[in-house]
């Protein structure tokens, strides 16, 4: 079974451009979450989805990031314009869902602004 | 969502048994237990998860008392690979929906 899938393992992009991280859960995982890590803090919840719909978005830290997913399959996060304190760890995590389940991380995003 | 408390950081030497304990005072009926382990350059990687008594699976053993204010992560025999950061979440499942909080977890460091 495939893990979760991070794209671009790394990215390294100037104060004020554009950049879009892609997660691809899980194959069958309703559930997708986004977590981030900056310097030196603890992992922090960004949003989670449920198929295609926005479950909760309550860590998401400005209208600066968006969310997407389309037809409830691959999620991306785009952060535009991006700002210095944007750099970190960006997690995407799926599960089945329920009590049992645990959630599968993928390896993140180590997004630096320059 | 409780909060959790466990150390910073601990040290053990190769085939030893480490046990880490975390607290969390305000746990709730619906509340589960749950422990992740993450190396550098990785995500969290779940480990076990329980709700009371003791789960046990090839990875390690979680003990939870019968009043689940704390739960204790042990790892038997540990190796070199075992260094990481483990961190002990409480998870609430409602439907299906959930979230993980994640604190700043406890660095294990194995010697040789």
């Known amino acids: 079974e495939a893990g979760v899938t991070q794209f671009p393992s790394h990215s390294v992009i100037e104060k004020g451009q554009t950049v879009t991280l892609r997660c691809d859960p899980i194959?069958?995982?309703?559930?997708l979450y986004w977590y981030r890590r900056v310097m030196g803090k603890e992992i922090k919840f960004l949003l989670h989805?449920?198929?295609?719909?926005?479950?909760?978005e309550s860590g998401m830290p400005n209208n600066r990031f968006l969310a997407e997913r389309t037809g409830g399959t691959y999620s991306t996060l785009k952060v535009q314009p991006a700002e210095l304190e944007d750099s970190g760890v960006y997690f995407c995590?799926?599960?089945?869902?329920?009590?049992?389940?645990?959630?599968?991380f993928g390896s993140g995003t180590r997004l630096t602004v320059v | 969502l409780a909060k959790t408390t466990q150390p910073i950081s601990m040290d053990s030497y190769e085939g030893q048994e480490v046990n880490i304990t975390c607290s969390h005072n305000?746990?709730?009926?619906?509340?589960?237990i749950t422990w992740y382990q993450q190396f550098p350059s990785q995500g969290p990687r779940f480990i076990i998860q329980?709700?009371?008594t003791k789960v046990t699976n090839e990875v390690a053993s979680l003990f939870i008392p019968a009043d689940r204010k704390s739960s204790t992560l042990s790892l038997p025999r540990v190796s070199l690979s075992d260094t990481a950061v483990y961190y002990c979440?409480?998870?609430?499942?409602?439907?299906?929906?959930?979230?993980?909080?994640f604190g700043a977890g406890t660095r294990l460091a194995v010697h040789p």
């Open positions: 194959s069958g995982h309703d559930n």
């Open positions: 995590a799926s599960s089945q869902g329920g009590a049992s389940y645990g959630y599968t």
């Open positions: 305000n746990i709730a009926t619906n509340d589960y």
């Open positions: 329980g709700y009371k």
């Open positions: 989805f449920v198929k295609e719909s926005k479950q909760d």
């Open positions: 979440l409480v998870v609430l499942f409602s439907g299906g929906y959930n979230k993980l909080i």
